[in-house]
């Protein structure tokens, strides 16, 4: 994911006029729909820097409020289905949101946290100066290496947490209705299954290269699970060609692991 | 290479020379065929499975020549996860840790359903032992399925106590048993006519020998059997 951080006026425009939605609370289940269908538009640009101020732009209790609304016009707690996809939108754009930031995160630190090896220099360890200096250099590093390592690993779960929150979107799949609207907005059907077809394969993608990375090959090759999975059915989102690369990066993992002298699933040999 | 890859000891790798060069449809097979004979792991045989079938579905222009395979493959990942659903308790009950099972077959499956190793088993875990029964005809045949659905029934009786009986209302306390709980199930799937035995073949089991002696319990199937009957030639 290269991220693109660039918020036009154009976009900073339909950003702030989510305001004009959010001053009356009777607002709410629209200006939630409004949001959404701009962080869809972001999104599939890869805007993600957009896309999360659109999504702050919506207060923290907005669902509470659509609730609450619902139940003051109409007595009833059940929402109307096209405010529960709405609601189950949002939800899906936050976890998304949570894992690009949380894969970003995560690539920065792998590729410039690694702290620098100190180097002898051109001239060797000369002088015994030099030589006590250089000790404790190397000592200073390998706490800094240490303390990356650690940081690292908890930024790997983390990020594969939440990559797997939203793969594992739950009751159906991510930017997928839960139940089905009458008045289907074909627009909006279209866009999402666009959505997922643009980004489940490159989350599947990063996942992997999360886990590769960070030498956990037994689990980059388990994504196959998920993928493959009559459940989930995220293989459906894959086209030949992506399915293929994966393939190759899968197994990049178990020639790894049989360098490892285990066998290409992670297997002790037998 | 390919056949020095085809060996035995070094089959296990002939996938990724596959994937490699980018045959995925070779890849595909490979991987069915180790997943077929992998019995010490079931997380690695889900595995293989699925990686199979992503090479499949990576194959270009093979739609239609790995249709079965993947289908296939699909009822093979439906078995794991039949035993994946296992209560982690039910597993460690019979010596083996749920986080990492070997492969069961599909009557060692069964029968672990509705053993009393299961042992807070309900309908639902009837019900699935009989979902499993499609596994045992297609590599067994008829004789040995038939027994073992014999077994199931039998099993879902023995669940219950059948002596406590509500004296008063004989047919109402049937309502909370767990067989004809699971004949609600059954027959809510239309599958009642081909999975439920005849009361006579059920009642001379050996396993119900003691049970088929109390005339409370006679009576309560019998009236059951009835009122199933009455339902089916109702429907038909």
């Known amino acids: 994911l290269a991220p693109d951080v660039t918020v036009t006026a154009e976009d900073r425009a339909k950003i702030d006029a989510i305001d004009w939605l959010v001053f009356d609370e009777s607002h709410r289940s629209e200006a939630m729909k409004q949001a959404n269908a701009i962080m869809r538009a972001f999104i599939a640009v890869k805007k993600h820097l957009a896309a999360r101020q659109a999504f702050e732009k919506l207060p923290t209790d907005s669902i509470d409020v659509i609730y609450r609304q619902w139940h003051l016009q109409t007595g ?86 939440r990559i797997y929150n939203v793969l594992l979107f739950a009751d159906g799949g991510w930017l997928v209705d839960a139940e089905e609207e ?28 999360v886990l590769h990375s960070s030498e956990m090959y037994a689990d980059a090759v388990q994504i196959a699970d998920v993928i493959a999975s009559e459940h989930h059915q995220l293989y459906q989102d894959f086209d030949t060609e992506s399915l293929q690369h994966l393939l190759g990066q899968i197994s990049r993992s178990s020639r790894c692991l049989l360098d490892e002298n285990k066998d290409p699933l992670g297997y002790e040999v037998v | 290479l390919s056949d020095f890859l085809n060996a035995d000891n070094v089959r296990y790798l002939s996938w990724l ?81 749920p986080e990492n099972m070997r492969v069961l077959s599909p009557e060692e499956l069964i029968k672990l359903y509705v053993s009393e190793k299961n042992e807070f ?6 019900k699935k032992a009989l979902d499993l029964l499609r596994y045992v005809d297609k590599s ?97």
């Open chain 1, 76 to 161: 009833t707690g059940e929402l109307p289905v096209e405010d529960s996809n709405a609601i189950r939108e949002y939800m899906c754009m936050k976890a998304y949101l949570d894992a690009v930031e949380s894969f970003n995160d995560w690539f920065s630190l792998y590729h410039q946290g690694r702290p620098a090896k100190p180097s002898v220099g051109s001239e060797g360890v000369a002088s015994f100066t030099d030589r006590v200096a250089l000790e404790h250099k190397m000592k200073q590093y390998q706490m800094e290496m240490e303390r990356w390592r650690h940081s690292l690993r908890q930024q790997t779960r983390v990020t594969k947490d």
């Open chain 2, 121 to 126: 088993a309900n309908e639902l875990d009837v």
């Open chain 1, 182 to 209: 009458t008045d289907m907005d074909e627009v909006r059907q279209r866009q999402m299954s666009q959505l997922r077809k643009l980004h489940l394969p490159a989350l599947c993608l990063n996942l992997h290269n």
């Open chain 2, 17 to 97: 020379h596959e994937v490699g060069r980018g045959n995925f449809l070779a890849a595909h097979n490979a991987l069915s065929s180790l997943a077929g004979s992998e019995r010490n792991f079931l997380s690695k045989k889900k595995t293989l499975l699925s990686l199979s079938k992503l090479a499949g579905l990576a194959a270009e222009n093979a739609e239609e020549s790995i249709q079965d395979t993947i289908e296939a493959i699909n009822e093979e990942l439906d078995l794991v996860l039949h035993q994946e659903q296992l209560p982690s308790k039910t597993v460690e009950n019979v010596g083996m840790d």
């Open chain 2, 140 to 236: 067994h045949g008829m004789k040995e399925s038939e027994e073992l659905k014999l077994h199931i029934w039998c099993r879902a009786i023995l669940m219950d106590s059948w002596s406590d009986a509500n004296q008063a209302e004989p047919l109402d306390s049937k309502r909370e048993k767990i067989f004809f709980k699971t004949v609600d199930l059954v027959y809510m799937e239309g599958e009642l006519e081909n999975l439920l035995p005849d009361l006579d073949s059920l009642l001379s089991c050996a396993e119900l020998q003691e049970l088929s002696q109390q005339a409370n319990f006679r009576f309560l199937m019998r009236g059951g059997y009835e009122q199933i009957q009455n339902a089916l030639s109702a429907a038909n």
